[in-house]
């Protein structure tokens, strides 16, 4: 907040070492950029406080420009080649360079215009498509220490703005994060709609309580999410009481971009196949219920050596088909349950 640059200061530390982790994955398996298996992962960063024209700290942040000193293009002069040229690229030094500014260049000052920092997330993704036969995971993180407002209190044209744009990118089959560290920010309850907007007047003093600002807040920070306003576990909006937390959730978060390879979900719908060689027979009559099904316990890891543990007989969910000369499984979630 203005005056205290504790929550900044965490923020700019946390979001430093995301960049590292996501720049150490561009690099691929063997770790080094200008090989073969680099992967081009690529960090658009943008700030929102002010009201759009007035003010400099609503802006396309990881660019060349004057508007935060040496970084930094103003909500209401950004063109369209400024919205391509804000991506950077983590597999060189140059881009790495310019989203580390455009990280120490933020800001906490002015009011908490959600809706143009969505908005400015929208264009990008609008403004860069994913190019024919490629492949790629869309990601926005969005980050705040307040409520959605114009001046001050939680307003309603600012937070339906800004979920409506969260919606557009969700439709696109992007993700998204929210984050808060406002206070009351708590990612496990649903939050509460308010019925109107409410005001923080300077001269008679707030007509809304705490718990009524808190829950406002995370119901919306549940509905900018892809929790899609339903909290969840693992869950799209998260919530930070200290630097520590926060840089947790950034790494849960880089934990979701690859290193390389495929980037397919194997869910609970992949289905298994075994298909029996023609010199192995099936008892006569034998159906789905005669296959039997176990899942195991990951108990330990030493060196590359994982060691497993029975689960007594559980089955994670999964059922058997039998077909012929093929047993089909399904219902068991890799995703969920994956050991690295």
Not at 24 to 39: L, N, P, Q, R, Y
Not at 54 to 72: A, C, D, M, Q
Not at 221 to 234: A, K, Y
């Amino acid at each position: 907040t203005s005056g205290d640059g504790s929550r900044l200061n965490a923020l700019k530390s946390a979001a430093n070492a995301f960049i590292g982790a996501v720049a150490e994955k561009a690099a691929g398996a063997d770790k080094t950029i200008g090989t073969d298996d680099d992967v081009e992962h690529r960090i658009a960063v943008v700030g929102f406080a002010s009201k759009s024209g007035n003010g400099n700290n609503t802006e396309l942040l990881s660019i060349t420009g004057r508007n935060s000193g040496s970084v930094g293009v103003a909500y209401n002069s950004i063109t369209n080649q400024n919205l391509k040229d804000v991506l950077q690229s983590m597999d060189n030094q140059n881009g790495r360079a310019m989203v580390n500014a455009a990280i120490n260049a933020l800001s906490a000052e002015g009011a908490t215009r959600t809706d143009l920092g969505m908005d400015m997330a929208q264009r990008i993704l609008n403004a860069n498509p994913v190019p024919q036969g490629e492949t790629r995971n869309r990601i926005v993180i969005v980050f705040t220490d307040g409520s959605p407002t114009d001046s001050n209190g939680f307003k309603m044209d600012v937070a339906n703005a800004a979920i409506g744009k969260a919606n557009t990118i969700k439709n696109s089959k992007a993700t998204v994060y929210s984050i808060g560290i406002f206070s009351g920010a708590d990612a496990s309850t649903a939050g509460e709609e308010p019925e109107n907007d409410y005001y923080n007047d300077v001269i008679w003093g707030p007509n809304y309580t705490d718990a009524e600002m808190s829950a406002a807040c995370n119901w919306f920070m549940q509905q900018v999410s892809s929790n899609n306003g339903t909290p969840r576990t693992p869950s799209y909006y998260l919530s930070a009481g200290d630097s520590a937390s926060l840089n947790s959730i950034f790494q849960q978060i880089s934990n979701n971009i690859t290193t390389g390879g495929s980037a397919t979900t194997l869910g609970s719908e992949t289905v298994v196949k075994d298909i029996i060689s023609p010199y192995f027979t099936l008892p006569a009559g034998t159906t789905a219920s005669g296959i039997q099904i176990n899942t195991y316990d990951c108990t330990g890891k030493t060196g590359d050596t994982y060691t497993w543990s029975s689960t007594s007989g559980g089955n994670g969910g999964a059922t058997a088909t039998v077909n012929g000369d093929q047993v089909s499984v399904t219902g068991f979630d890799f995703s969920e349950n994956w050991c690295g």
